[in-house]
């Protein structure tokens, strides 16, 4: 590869950052909390699903 192509690495992510940067107030939020509970209670459903199997 020549130093004249360019490799798309940083453009090529520019639209992912602008996308994400900007931030509606009609979002619904989610609290860090909630998804931490989340995650412990579906592995504590799939370690008793694979008991129970």
Do not use: C, K, W
């Not at 992912?16 to 107030?25: G, I």
């Amino acid at each position: 590869m020549s130093s004249g192509q360019n490799s798309g690495g940083l453009m090529s992510s520019a639209g992912l950052v602008r996308y994400f940067d900007s931030e509606d107030r009609n979002t619904p939020t989610i609290a860090p909390q909630t998804v931490v509970m989340f995650g412990l209670l579906f592995g504590v459903l799939v370690i008793v699903l694979n008991a129970l199997a």
